[in-house]
């Protein structure tokens, strides 16, 4: 059974690939995470705020800025408030990148150029064969646009391509207006690859002692739609390779992702909820799946339920909204998440 496919330019024996989470922070996990079948594994992030707060710890160390005021300094974050400090990630990248075969790729979360470039090409340095744009802040500010936005991505994006050769891609949110086009214009300003999507932690309200929560929702099942829709229309209309992210918890769910036209599918919840052998079960479960319809490799598979594939386009699109409510309403669809 061939299950290898290409993720951004890089050989995969796998199209399953460990995400961000802090099981990838772990040397031991990367390992067993291969011997399981993972294509490729994603560290955990390194965020701006860490790299930042290293820069100062120097700056201290050094008698830099000195004169700087100190109650400044305590509105940001220390570097202990988070788990892998910056030079500590870099030794994690190389030892994950020795201990393996498969590729190793380090994510990077951050807001602004400044937050990229210079820590890009030192994640390249440590031996990371990719890097994940992890671009996530909340637009609050009234008078930004949603193109002012997307300018953002973009100036990242071609910031990152100037200063490293490595493959990189951009893990999206699912909030633009116009998705099919911006990732086009992604691809465009030098992405290789597009992570759909971005599970954005929003806190709660605690109602009892009126303060917010700041709690990890693992995702479910039925978050897959609305990956899926997309991966589906953008399938063979970008040159950037296409990964699937979110409600990943069985071999049923992996192999939705790829009949819709995925390169790679990532997990994290499941692997969090079961352990790193759960990466076993899927990749076992994809096989019997392949070997039941006597597909000897992916790539026959691959794209088979993509947008551009079907008998019927439209059905992505108003016909398939129109379908689901008809359906309800005649009692031929189950109500809640299925």
């Known amino acids: 059974m061939d299950l290898r496919t290409n993720y951004m330019g890089l050989a995969l024996s796998s199209p399953l690939v460990a995400s961000a989470s802090p099981l990838t922070g772990e040397i031991g996990n990367v390992r067993a995470l291969e011997d399981h079948g993972a294509g490729a594994v994603v560290l955990p992030s390194i965020f701006a705020e860490q790299i930042e707060a290293e820069g100062r710890r120097h700056e201290h160390l050094s008698g830099a800025g000195a004169a700087s005021s100190p109650e400044a300094r305590s509105y940001f974050p220390t570097s202990d408030q988070y788990q892998l400090q910056a030079y500590q990630y870099l030794d994690v990248v190389r030892r994950a990148s020795d201990a393996v075969h498969i590729p190793v790729i380090a994510s990077l979360n951050g807001v602004s150029e400044d937050s990229w470039t210079s820590y890009a090409t030192q994640l390249q340095q440590a ?62 300003a030098g992405a ?24 990890l929702a693992l995702s479910q099942p039925h978050e897959i739609r609305l990956p899926l829709l997309w991966i589906a229309i953008l399938h063979g209309r970008t040159t950037a390779s296409l990964a699937a992210s979110t409600g990943v918890q069985n071999a049923d769910d992996v192999v939705k992702y790829l009949l819709a036209g995925a390169d790679v599918v990532m997990t994290t919840s ?68 299925h």
């Open 127 to 188: 031996g990371a064969s990719a890097l994940e744009l992890n671009i996530y802040f909340i637009p609050s500010e009234f008078d930004l646009t949603g193109r002012d936005v997307e300018q953002r991505y973009l100036g990242i994006v071609r910031a990152v391509r100037e200063r490293i050769t490595i493959p990189f891609a951009v893990k999206l949110s699912p909030y633009f207006s116009a998705p099919a086009h911006f990732a086009c214009e992604l691809a465009v």
């Open 192 to 215: 290789d690859a597009l992570v759909l999507f971005n599970r954005f932690y929003q806190p709660d309200i605690d109602t009892v002692r009126l303060k917010l929560r700041h709690d």
């Open 270 to 337: 499941a692997l969090l909820a079961h352990g790193v052998g759960h990466m076993r079960t899927l990749v076992d479960g994809l096989r019997h799946w392949l070997d039941s319809r006597d597909m000897g490799e992916l790539g026959r598979m691959r794209g088979m339920l993509s947008q551009r594939n079907i008998a019927r386009p439209e059905d992505y699109q108003r016909a398939n909204y129109i379908k689901i409510l008809q359906g309800y309403e005649r009692g031929a669809v189950p109500a809640g998440p």
